[in-house]
Protein backbone atom coordinates (compact mmCIF):
# COMPACT_ATOMS: atom_id res chain seq x y z
CA UNK A 1 0.00 0.00 0.00
CA UNK A 2 1.42 3.30 -1.24
CA UNK A 3 1.31 6.29 1.40
CA UNK A 4 -1.15 9.20 0.06
CA UNK A 5 1.45 11.87 1.00
CA UNK A 6 3.46 10.65 -1.45
CA UNK A 7 7.55 10.56 -1.13
CA UNK A 8 8.40 14.10 -0.31
CA UNK A 9 5.42 14.39 2.36
CA UNK A 10 3.25 17.06 0.63
CA UNK A 11 0.20 15.93 2.38
CA UNK A 12 1.51 16.24 6.15
CA UNK A 13 2.89 19.79 5.02
CA UNK A 14 -0.31 21.14 4.05
CA UNK A 15 -2.76 19.28 5.93
CA UNK A 16 -1.14 17.90 9.07
CA UNK A 17 -1.98 16.27 12.17
CA UNK A 18 -2.23 17.28 15.79
CA UNK A 19 0.20 14.38 16.36
CA UNK A 20 2.54 16.30 14.19
CA UNK A 21 1.80 19.62 15.03
CA UNK A 22 2.40 18.39 18.73
CA UNK A 23 5.86 17.49 17.74
CA UNK A 24 6.83 20.55 16.65
CA UNK A 25 5.00 22.81 19.87
CA UNK A 26 7.07 20.23 21.72
CA UNK A 27 10.65 22.01 20.50
CA UNK A 28 9.47 25.34 21.21
CA UNK A 29 9.19 24.68 25.09
CA UNK A 30 12.05 25.47 27.64
CA UNK A 31 13.83 23.34 30.17
CA UNK A 32 14.26 25.71 32.63
CA UNK A 33 11.94 24.87 35.23
CA UNK A 34 12.81 20.95 34.42
CA UNK A 35 16.88 22.28 35.64
CA UNK A 36 15.93 24.27 38.87
CA UNK A 37 14.05 21.02 39.91
CA UNK A 38 16.95 18.63 39.16
CA UNK A 39 19.50 21.16 41.05
CA UNK A 40 17.29 21.59 43.55
CA UNK A 41 17.07 17.82 44.45
CA UNK A 42 20.83 18.02 44.49
CA UNK A 43 21.06 20.60 46.90
CA UNK A 44 17.99 19.03 49.19
CA UNK A 45 18.61 15.33 48.31
CA UNK A 46 22.35 14.96 47.90
CA UNK A 47 23.71 14.11 45.01
CA UNK A 48 23.22 10.21 44.00
CA UNK A 49 25.62 7.39 44.56
CA UNK A 50 28.32 6.99 42.69
CA UNK A 51 27.14 4.08 40.56
CA UNK A 52 24.10 5.98 39.08
CA UNK A 53 25.28 6.75 35.34
CA UNK A 54 22.22 9.40 34.79
CA UNK A 55 23.58 12.16 37.53
CA UNK A 56 20.25 13.98 37.42
CA UNK A 57 19.18 11.69 40.03
CA UNK A 58 19.52 12.57 43.44
CA UNK A 59 19.71 10.45 46.91
CA UNK A 60 16.59 11.04 48.26
CA UNK A 61 13.30 11.46 46.05
CA UNK A 62 12.86 15.33 45.35
CA UNK A 63 10.30 16.52 42.43
CA UNK A 64 8.40 14.22 40.07
CA UNK A 65 10.40 11.29 39.39
CA UNK A 66 10.07 8.56 40.67
CA UNK A 67 5.94 9.01 40.16
CA UNK A 68 5.31 6.33 42.88
CA UNK A 69 7.75 7.72 46.15
CA UNK A 70 7.74 10.92 47.38
CA UNK A 71 5.42 12.91 49.43
CA UNK A 72 1.58 13.32 48.34
CA UNK A 73 0.99 17.27 46.91
CA UNK A 74 -0.48 17.45 43.66
CA UNK A 75 1.25 16.62 41.05
CA UNK A 76 4.70 16.96 43.33
CA UNK A 77 3.69 20.71 43.56
CA UNK A 78 6.00 22.64 46.08
CA UNK A 79 3.74 21.85 49.52
CA UNK A 80 3.46 25.64 51.01
CA UNK A 81 2.76 25.84 54.67
CA UNK A 82 3.17 29.54 55.31
CA UNK A 83 0.01 30.36 52.96
CA UNK A 84 0.67 34.14 53.16
CA UNK A 85 3.21 32.97 50.49
CA UNK A 86 0.32 32.22 48.41
CA UNK A 87 0.15 34.82 45.94
CA UNK A 88 3.60 34.33 45.22
CA UNK A 89 2.59 31.71 42.73
CA UNK A 90 0.33 31.56 39.64
CA UNK A 91 -1.74 28.28 41.15
CA UNK A 92 -2.79 27.28 44.73
CA UNK A 93 -4.33 23.89 45.47
CA UNK A 94 -6.35 23.65 48.30
CA UNK A 95 -8.35 20.62 49.55
CA UNK A 96 -11.76 20.72 51.67
CA UNK A 97 -11.43 17.15 53.28
CA UNK A 98 -15.31 17.54 54.41
CA UNK A 99 -18.34 15.12 53.29
CA UNK A 100 -20.46 16.31 56.28
CA UNK A 101 -23.50 17.65 53.45
CA UNK A 102 -23.55 14.12 52.02
CA UNK A 103 -26.90 12.43 52.35
CA UNK A 104 -26.33 9.00 51.40
CA UNK A 105 -22.45 7.69 50.67
CA UNK A 106 -19.97 9.08 52.62
CA UNK A 107 -16.18 9.28 52.20
CA UNK A 108 -15.58 12.50 50.02
CA UNK A 109 -13.82 13.36 52.27
CA UNK A 110 -10.92 11.55 51.25
CA UNK A 111 -11.21 13.10 47.80
CA UNK A 112 -8.07 15.44 48.41
CA UNK A 113 -5.73 12.33 49.58
CA UNK A 114 -7.07 10.21 46.70
CA UNK A 115 -6.91 13.04 43.83
CA UNK A 116 -2.95 14.07 45.52
CA UNK A 117 -2.19 10.18 45.01
CA UNK A 118 -2.71 9.67 41.96
CA UNK A 119 -1.44 13.00 40.25
CA UNK A 120 1.83 11.86 41.06
CA UNK A 121 1.33 9.58 37.85
CA UNK A 122 1.43 12.89 35.40
CA UNK A 123 4.25 14.66 34.23
CA UNK A 124 3.19 18.24 33.69
CA UNK A 125 3.47 18.15 29.97
CA UNK A 126 1.07 17.93 27.87
CA UNK A 127 1.51 16.45 24.00
CA UNK A 128 -1.69 17.53 22.08
CA UNK A 129 -1.55 21.07 23.61
CA UNK A 130 2.30 21.59 23.51
CA UNK A 131 1.85 22.84 27.61
CA UNK A 132 4.43 22.39 29.89
CA UNK A 133 2.75 23.48 33.29
CA UNK A 134 6.34 23.20 35.00
CA UNK A 135 7.37 25.59 31.92
CA UNK A 136 4.78 28.15 31.74
CA UNK A 137 3.27 28.36 35.38
CA UNK A 138 4.27 28.50 39.19
CA UNK A 139 2.22 26.06 40.76
CA UNK A 140 1.52 25.16 44.70
CA UNK A 141 0.06 23.42 47.37
CA UNK A 142 -1.23 24.73 50.19
CA UNK A 143 -2.82 21.85 52.21
CA UNK A 144 -6.09 21.40 53.21
CA UNK A 145 -8.88 23.52 55.06
CA UNK A 146 -9.56 22.29 58.38
CA UNK A 147 -12.72 21.71 58.32
CA UNK A 148 -15.33 20.43 61.36
CA UNK A 149 -16.61 17.07 61.09
CA UNK A 150 -20.55 16.97 61.94
CA UNK A 151 -20.83 20.88 61.58
CA UNK A 152 -21.39 21.95 57.85
CA UNK A 153 -22.10 25.55 58.80
CA UNK A 154 -18.33 26.31 61.25
CA UNK A 155 -16.70 24.21 57.87
CA UNK A 156 -18.35 26.79 55.44
CA UNK A 157 -16.52 29.25 57.78
CA UNK A 158 -13.61 28.07 57.54
CA UNK A 159 -14.11 26.97 53.89
CA UNK A 160 -14.94 30.83 52.71
CA UNK A 161 -12.12 32.48 54.69
CA UNK A 162 -9.80 29.55 52.93
CA UNK A 163 -10.80 30.41 49.44
CA UNK A 164 -11.46 34.25 50.03
CA UNK A 165 -7.89 33.93 51.22
CA UNK A 166 -6.35 32.64 48.03
CA UNK A 167 -8.59 34.00 45.61
CA UNK A 168 -7.64 38.06 46.91
CA UNK A 169 -3.69 36.95 46.60
CA UNK A 170 -4.25 36.68 42.89
CA UNK A 171 -3.06 33.05 42.61
CA UNK A 172 -5.56 31.27 40.78
CA UNK A 173 -7.95 28.55 43.31
CA UNK A 174 -8.37 25.18 42.52
CA UNK A 175 -10.37 23.39 45.14
CA UNK A 176 -9.97 19.56 45.84
CA UNK A 177 -13.43 18.24 47.53
CA UNK A 178 -14.84 17.28 49.35
CA UNK A 179 -18.86 17.04 48.72
CA UNK A 180 -20.76 19.36 46.76
CA UNK A 181 -22.39 21.44 49.61
CA UNK A 182 -18.55 23.51 49.69
CA UNK A 183 -19.98 24.87 46.19
CA UNK A 184 -21.87 27.27 48.59
CA UNK A 185 -18.83 28.40 50.93
CA UNK A 186 -16.30 28.43 47.86
CA UNK A 187 -18.62 30.88 45.86
CA UNK A 188 -18.90 32.86 49.06
CA UNK A 189 -15.30 32.88 49.93
CA UNK A 190 -14.43 34.38 46.00
CA UNK A 191 -17.64 36.91 46.02
CA UNK A 192 -16.20 38.20 49.08
CA UNK A 193 -13.45 39.90 46.97
CA UNK A 194 -15.76 40.91 44.35
CA UNK A 195 -16.89 44.32 45.31
CA UNK A 196 -19.48 45.22 43.05
CA UNK A 197 -18.36 43.04 40.33
CA UNK A 198 -20.35 39.55 39.35
CA UNK A 199 -19.61 36.14 39.31
CA UNK A 200 -21.17 33.48 36.45
CA UNK A 201 -21.24 29.75 37.42
CA UNK A 202 -20.59 26.97 35.06
CA UNK A 203 -21.67 23.52 37.10
CA UNK A 204 -21.17 20.37 35.42
CA UNK A 205 -23.58 17.74 37.37
CA UNK A 206 -26.18 15.19 36.78
CA UNK A 207 -28.03 16.77 39.75
CA UNK A 208 -29.51 20.35 39.63
CA UNK A 209 -28.45 20.99 43.98
CA UNK A 210 -30.71 23.67 43.97
CA UNK A 211 -32.36 22.72 47.06
CA UNK A 212 -32.81 25.28 50.25
CA UNK A 213 -32.78 22.44 52.67
CA UNK A 214 -32.28 19.15 52.51
CA UNK A 215 -32.65 16.87 55.70
CA UNK A 216 -33.26 19.95 57.73
CA UNK A 217 -29.73 21.25 56.46
CA UNK A 218 -27.86 22.84 53.61
CA UNK A 219 -26.94 19.68 52.51
CA UNK A 220 -24.53 18.65 49.05
CA UNK A 221 -27.89 18.92 47.03
CA UNK A 222 -28.66 22.86 48.38
CA UNK A 223 -25.34 24.79 47.64
CA UNK A 224 -26.81 26.81 44.30
CA UNK A 225 -29.71 27.99 46.12
CA UNK A 226 -27.75 29.55 48.53
CA UNK A 227 -25.25 30.80 46.21
CA UNK A 228 -27.49 32.87 44.11
CA UNK A 229 -28.75 34.37 46.97
CA UNK A 230 -25.72 36.22 47.08
CA UNK A 231 -26.21 39.54 44.48
CA UNK A 232 -22.53 38.88 43.55
CA UNK A 233 -23.92 35.68 42.20
CA UNK A 234 -27.15 35.76 40.13
CA UNK A 235 -28.74 32.64 39.20
CA UNK A 236 -29.83 34.11 35.54
CA UNK A 237 -25.61 33.39 34.63
CA UNK A 238 -25.98 29.69 36.45
CA UNK A 239 -25.52 27.12 34.02
CA UNK A 240 -25.62 23.60 34.65
CA UNK A 241 -24.67 21.03 32.13
CA UNK A 242 -25.27 17.11 31.87
CA UNK A 243 -28.26 17.33 34.54
CA UNK A 244 -30.65 14.24 34.22
CA UNK A 245 -31.66 10.63 35.66
CA UNK A 246 -33.46 9.43 38.48
CA UNK A 247 -31.83 11.40 41.29
CA UNK A 248 -33.02 14.97 40.60
CA UNK A 249 -35.05 16.29 43.40
CA UNK A 250 -38.13 18.04 42.24
CA UNK A 251 -37.96 20.74 45.16
CA UNK A 252 -34.61 21.90 43.20
CA UNK A 253 -36.49 21.56 40.10
CA UNK A 254 -38.93 24.24 41.20
CA UNK A 255 -36.02 26.39 42.31
CA UNK A 256 -34.89 26.24 39.31
CA UNK A 257 -37.54 27.23 37.05
CA UNK A 258 -38.66 30.09 39.51
CA UNK A 259 -35.07 31.13 39.60
CA UNK A 260 -34.16 31.26 35.61
CA UNK A 261 -31.41 29.24 35.85
CA UNK A 262 -30.40 27.39 32.80
CA UNK A 263 -30.18 23.80 32.71
CA UNK A 264 -28.63 21.44 29.51
CA UNK A 265 -29.37 17.44 29.92
CA UNK A 266 -27.05 15.05 28.46
CA UNK A 267 -29.65 14.59 25.46
CA UNK A 268 -29.37 18.33 25.04
CA UNK A 269 -25.79 18.40 24.56
CA UNK A 270 -25.64 15.62 22.45
CA UNK A 271 -28.51 17.15 20.22
CA UNK A 272 -26.93 20.28 19.87
CA UNK A 273 -23.03 19.75 19.95
CA UNK A 274 -20.31 20.40 22.12
CA UNK A 275 -20.03 23.00 20.06
CA UNK A 276 -23.13 24.84 20.33
CA UNK A 277 -23.57 23.55 23.84
CA UNK A 278 -20.88 25.12 25.11
CA UNK A 279 -21.61 28.43 23.78
CA UNK A 280 -24.93 28.19 25.09
CA UNK A 281 -22.80 27.92 28.61
CA UNK A 282 -20.87 30.78 27.62
CA UNK A 283 -23.44 33.33 26.60
CA UNK A 284 -25.88 32.61 29.77
CA UNK A 285 -22.72 32.99 32.06
CA UNK A 286 -21.01 35.74 30.91
CA UNK A 287 -24.21 37.87 30.10
CA UNK A 288 -23.39 41.16 32.44
CA UNK A 289 -21.01 39.34 34.64
CA UNK A 290 -17.27 40.05 35.07
CA UNK A 291 -16.07 36.23 35.49
CA UNK A 292 -17.02 32.51 35.65
CA UNK A 293 -16.57 29.90 38.28
CA UNK A 294 -16.09 26.57 37.45
CA UNK A 295 -17.91 23.39 39.55
CA UNK A 296 -17.36 20.15 38.10
CA UNK A 297 -19.11 17.40 40.27
CA UNK A 298 -17.57 13.92 38.69
CA UNK A 299 -20.31 12.35 38.74
CA UNK A 300 -21.93 14.47 35.77
CA UNK A 301 -19.42 11.71 33.73
CA UNK A 302 -21.37 8.44 32.77
CA UNK A 303 -21.39 6.00 36.05
CA UNK A 304 -18.89 3.17 34.14
CA UNK A 305 -15.76 5.38 34.14
CA UNK A 306 -16.17 7.44 37.78
CA UNK A 307 -17.73 4.91 40.25
CA UNK A 308 -16.16 6.51 42.93
CA UNK A 309 -18.12 9.34 43.78
CA UNK A 310 -20.90 9.59 46.43
CA UNK A 311 -24.06 9.47 44.28
CA UNK A 312 -23.24 7.89 41.00
CA UNK A 313 -25.83 8.12 37.88
CA UNK A 314 -25.48 5.95 34.87
CA UNK A 315 -26.04 7.92 31.27
CA UNK A 316 -23.97 11.23 32.20
CA UNK A 317 -21.59 12.08 30.16
CA UNK A 318 -18.75 10.16 28.14
CA UNK A 319 -15.28 11.31 29.44
CA UNK A 320 -14.14 13.09 25.97
CA UNK A 321 -17.17 15.13 25.63
CA UNK A 322 -16.92 16.87 29.41
CA UNK A 323 -13.35 16.83 28.77
CA UNK A 324 -14.26 18.60 25.00
CA UNK A 325 -16.43 20.66 27.15
CA UNK A 326 -14.35 22.10 29.52
CA UNK A 327 -12.00 23.14 26.70
CA UNK A 328 -14.53 24.89 24.60
CA UNK A 329 -15.62 26.76 27.98
CA UNK A 330 -12.27 27.72 29.88
CA UNK A 331 -11.00 28.79 26.76
CA UNK A 332 -13.04 31.47 26.08
CA UNK A 333 -14.15 33.02 29.33
CA UNK A 334 -12.71 34.81 32.37
CA UNK A 335 -12.32 31.94 34.60
CA UNK A 336 -11.91 33.13 38.39
CA UNK A 337 -11.90 29.22 40.04
CA UNK A 338 -12.42 26.06 39.84
CA UNK A 339 -13.53 23.28 42.06
CA UNK A 340 -13.68 19.51 41.72
CA UNK A 341 -15.91 17.71 43.73
CA UNK A 342 -17.89 14.51 44.77
CA UNK A 343 -14.60 12.06 44.79
CA UNK A 344 -14.77 9.20 47.13
CA UNK A 345 -12.05 7.22 47.14
CA UNK A 346 -13.86 4.20 49.19
CA UNK A 347 -16.09 3.39 46.32
CA UNK A 348 -12.82 4.02 43.47
CA UNK A 349 -11.72 0.96 41.46
CA UNK A 350 -8.01 1.40 40.61
CA UNK A 351 -8.37 5.00 41.48
CA UNK A 352 -9.96 5.95 38.05
CA UNK A 353 -12.20 8.36 39.66
CA UNK A 354 -9.56 10.05 41.02
CA UNK A 355 -7.59 10.08 37.92
CA UNK A 356 -10.71 11.27 35.84
CA UNK A 357 -10.59 15.00 38.39
CA UNK A 358 -6.99 14.89 38.33
CA UNK A 359 -7.05 15.02 34.37
CA UNK A 360 -10.16 17.68 34.93
CA UNK A 361 -7.62 19.53 36.81
CA UNK A 362 -4.58 19.90 34.84
CA UNK A 363 -6.61 19.91 31.67
CA UNK A 364 -8.02 23.34 33.17
CA UNK A 365 -4.19 24.37 33.35
CA UNK A 366 -3.34 23.84 29.99
CA UNK A 367 -6.36 25.92 28.90
CA UNK A 368 -5.98 28.78 31.33
CA UNK A 369 -2.38 28.90 29.90
CA UNK A 370 -3.56 28.44 26.37
CA UNK A 371 -5.46 31.41 26.12
CA UNK A 372 -3.80 33.71 27.89
CA UNK A 373 -5.21 33.79 31.59
CA UNK A 374 -2.58 32.10 33.08
CA UNK A 375 0.21 33.08 34.37
CA UNK A 376 -1.31 36.48 34.93
CA UNK A 377 0.26 39.83 34.34
CA UNK A 378 -1.53 41.61 36.57
CA UNK A 379 -4.06 41.01 39.31
CA UNK A 380 -7.63 41.16 37.74
CA UNK A 381 -10.26 43.73 37.54
CA UNK A 382 -12.65 41.44 39.35
CA UNK A 383 -10.60 41.13 43.04
CA UNK A 384 -11.34 43.56 45.38
CA UNK A 385 -8.65 44.07 48.20
CA UNK A 386 -12.01 45.48 50.25
CA UNK A 387 -13.16 41.74 52.33
CA UNK A 388 -16.83 42.19 52.21
CA UNK A 389 -17.93 39.73 54.95
CA UNK A 390 -21.76 40.92 54.14
CA UNK A 391 -22.10 39.29 51.13
CA UNK A 392 -24.64 36.20 51.58
CA UNK A 393 -28.11 36.01 53.90
CA UNK A 394 -28.13 34.95 57.66
CA UNK A 395 -28.68 31.26 58.17
CA UNK A 396 -30.97 30.89 60.54
Request: hydrophobic residues 35%; contains cysteine.
Amino acid sequence: MTSSSGADGAFERLHPTEGMRALEKERALPLTGWQQEVDQAHRYGLEAADSIVDRRISTFSRGELPHYAGINTFMKAPYIEDVNRVGEFDVAILGVPHDSGTTYRPGTRFGPQGIRRISALYTPYNYEMGVDLREQIKLCDVGDIFTIPANNEKSFDQISKGVAHVFSSGAFPIILGGDHSIGFPTVRGVCRHLGDKKVGIIHFDRHVDTQEIDLDERMHTCPWFHATNMANAPAPNLVQLGIGGWQVPREGVKVCRERGTNVLTVTDICDMGLEAAAKFAIERATDGTDCVYISFDIDCIDAGFVPGTGWPEPGGLLPREALKLLELIVRNVPVCGLEVVEVSPPYDISDMTSLMATRVICDTMAHLVVSGQLPRKALPSWISSTCNMQVDQAWR
